[in-house]
């Protein structure tokens, strides 16, 4: 059973520039989460896909977009780098909205640097 | 927004000792999680506890939701040196909702 996977491990872009970094979330989960943890720092929440609609939104700016596909796989995409999107990049899959089903589990990361 | 007191930021400890650690909130939170985190990587599901007041236990991990709904407990017995990482306590306010993260609790464990 395949947990939570991310691509790329790693990425180096320049500052302006776009990045799309991508989340399969586990088998049987339909939920999909996007979080940002800078160094250092805890988590903060960017958003949250369900039935390829986004259905919560943290507190960042339009230049972080998503898309969820109808296998439930997504997208993160960023636009105009600033060098403060450096962080790790984290998704995390849920299979419900029910207390106990809504328990989410973490991708490996996608570590963005931007320069 | 909503927040999470996590303490002690840091602890250094003898290889056999006990842990404790916890985290507090302002606002309610209907389910607790706590996760590893190791450097690098992402975070790994410890333990999840749902009803307030609930105490479940994973290995020699123990975790408390508490009565009041705003702070939650992780206790390490016997720490070994694969315990060392960072802890992170998460509260889920609505049921399908965002987590809220701690700030972390690093822990090192002297062999």
């Known amino acids: 059973d395949a947990g939570v996977t991310q691509s790329p491990t790693h990425l180096i872009k320049t500052r302006g520039q776009q990045v799309t970094l991508r989340c399969s979330p586990k088998s049987g989960h339909d939920t999909v989460s996007w979080y940002q943890q800078a160094l250092g720092q805890g988590p903060q929440f960017i958003f949250q896909?369900?039935?390829?609609?986004e259905r919560q939104r943290g507190n960042f700016p339009d230049r972080f977009s998503g898309h969820q596909f109808p296998n439930y796989s997504s997208e993160l995409n960023v636009n105009a780098l600033l060098l403060g999107d450096s962080a790790l990049y984290l998704c995390a899959s849920s299979w419900g909205a029910g207390v106990g089903t809504d328990t989410q589990y973490f991708g490996p990361g996608t570590r963005l640097t931007v320069l | 927004g909503q927040q999470l007191n996590q303490s002690p930021q840091s602890m250094f400890i003898q290889e056999g000792e006990d842990v404790s650690m916890n985290c507090t909130s302002s606002?309610?939170?209907?389910?607790w999680l706590w996760y590893k985190q190791d450097p690098g990587e992402g975070p790994v599901l410890l333990i999840a506890l749902y009803k307030a007041g609930e105490l479940t236990s994973n290995g020699r991990l123990t975790a408390q939701f508490g009565i009041t709904r705003k702070d939650s407990f992780l206790n390490i017995s016997a720490s070994i040196p694969s315990d060392v990482g960072i802890y992170f306590c998460?509260?889920?306010?609505?049921?399908?909702?965002?987590?809220?993260f701690g700030g972390g609790t690093r822990l090192m464990v002297k062999p």
């Open positions: 896909y369900y039935e390829e609609e």
């Open positions: 606002s309610i939170f209907n389910t």
């Open positions: 998460a509260g889920i306010a609505v049921a399908g909702n965002m987590l809220t």
